[in-house]
């Protein structure tokens, strides 16, 4: 199954990377200097796992890389943050111990919600409902890892239900909205969101949202 989701991303991954060429030319062109994405990451927020293949900058020497989250997500207080936080001694992997905060409201994700705040999976919710909180747990975790700057900018592919496209601009604006201005772990990060892709389960089709 992982196997299968890694060459699928891959595909997306592509797809993005030829889809931005015509972008960075034109950039390029226009301010007489080379333009890279930082970070082009495709992410699949489902009930199973949240699974993500991501790619630092588009410089060949960069490798697709794999990374999976618990796919729990829970609103919590800052009160309780600070409970959890104060009972710390030493800091897991981002990954396992992820936390944002945008537009004032708190959110634990994967293992962090799972295990500490006991979280469960609504699999009657909507998939686009919850991919906010969870792109930014991702894009502030893998800034982490990679020692990525808190400035950066995004091109960003998600899969997502057929029967959820319609909603893709309004997550887009969602999104755009979110990543700009959030914090993970309490470090605060400002992401440029370049393009946003929607593809459909299966693969089949990509929709671009801009």
Not at 30 to 57: A, E, H, I, N, Q
């Amino acid at each position: 199954m992982i196997h299968n989701f890694y060459l699928q991303m891959l595909k997306s991954l592509r797809y993005m990377r030829f889809s931005l060429l015509g972008i960075i030319l034109d950039k390029g062109s226009k301010t007489g200097r080379k333009f890279l994405v930082d970070l082009m990451l495709s992410l699949d927020p489902g009930t199973s796992m949240t699974k993500m293949v991501y790619r630092v900058s588009l410089e060949m020497s960069s490798k697709p890389e794999l990374l999976c989250m618990e796919p729990e997500l829970v609103k919590i207080s800052r009160d309780s943050l600070s409970l959890y936080e104060s009972g710390q001694i030493n800091r897991p992997n981002p990954e396992n111990e992820a936390w944002i905060e945008y537009n004032g409201e708190y959110y634990a994700v994967g293992f962090l919600a799972q295990k500490y705040f006991e979280a469960r999976i609504n699999f009657l919710e909507l998939k686009y409902e919850n991919a906010i909180p969870k792109t930014l747990a991702a894009v502030g975790a893998i800034a982490i890892r990679e020692g990525l700057q808190s400035n950066l900018d995004l091109s960003l592919g998600l899969l997502l239900p057929y029967g959820e496209w319609e909603d893709r601009e309004r997550l887009e604006m969602g999104l755009t909205k979110a990543l700009s201005s959030f914090s993970f772990r309490g470090q605060q990060f400002c992401v440029n969101l370049i393009k946003l892709s929607v593809f459909a389960g299966g693969w089949g089709t990509g929709i671009d949202a801009k």
